[in-house]
């Protein structure tokens, strides 16, 4: 008998208990730098080393982290469901749990991509500066989907998420599109739950809302789940 499908959608709110900045506060910046400074093209094109010290500061700081109950408590669904992990942030700390099937929607810290060429991209630890080059000689930047930049990884989840049979959202406002829509391709009557600190407003009364972290709930909803294939 084949196992079921868990699909889990992940935001900010699972990597910010591991010590992870989130994307942005209350006024909008991150950082104190405005979003679209550092987290466009256009701001890319402007200032091209402001964005590159911005990143290689995450990239230094995701290395001095380590994923929390949250992230390892997802890791044991892989023995009793078939699971894929959709997620927003762009740590590894899913990977560094062990999960063993994780998709990015908004690319990978500890990957970098030529200027020219977005399928080009290479695993990187170090900083990049202006005049790392990548293999095409053109400018090395970070392979992070920016605002305005297509999303190449949505319509692989969006397949995932209609073929989920049990569908998990932890840690995200929902206000991030396109990954926020991403719960109306799950096939109808599949139980979705979600966990967050804040309610959202208008919650639709189908999803089980668990209020809390992510390290104290997710483990929580593993245990239940674990508990259904017994």
Do not use: C
């Amino acid at each position: 008998m084949a196992k079921q499908h868990i699909v889990i959608l992940t935001g900010a709110g699972i990597s910010a208990e591991s010590g992870i900045s989130t994307f942005r506060d209350a006024n909008g910046l991150w950082e104190g730098h405005d979003i679209m400074e550092v987290a466009s093209p256009q701001g890319f094109a402007t200032d091209p080393a402001l964005v590159l010290d911005f990143y290689n500061q995450r990239r230094a700081q995701l290395l001095t982290v380590k994923p929390n109950a949250g992230h390892t408590a997802l890791v044991s669904l892989e023995e009793k469901y078939d699971v894929t992990v959709v997620t927003q942030n762009v740590d590894n700390l899913h990977e560094e749990a062990g999960s063993t099937k994780v998709i990015h929607l908004h690319g990978e810290l500890l990957k970098a991509r030529s200027s020219a060429d977005s399928n080009a991209i290479v695993d990187w630890t170090e900083d990049i500066n202006i005049g790392t080059l990548a293999e095409d000689g053109s400018q090395l930047r970070p392979h992070i989907v920016w605002f305005g930049e297509d999303v190449p990884m949505i319509s692989t989840a969006v397949e995932y998420a209609s073929t989920a049979d049990i569908f998990i959202i932890i840690g995200t406002s929902l206000q991030v599109y396109p990954a926020a829509s991403l719960s109306q391709y799950v096939p109808l009557g599949t139980p979705i739950y979600l966990v967050d600190p804040n309610k959202p407003e208008g919650l639709s009364s189908h999803i089980h809302f668990l209020q809390g972290s992510a390290t104290e709930k997710v483990p929580e909803l593993v245990g239940m789940l674990m508990d259904l294939t017994d």
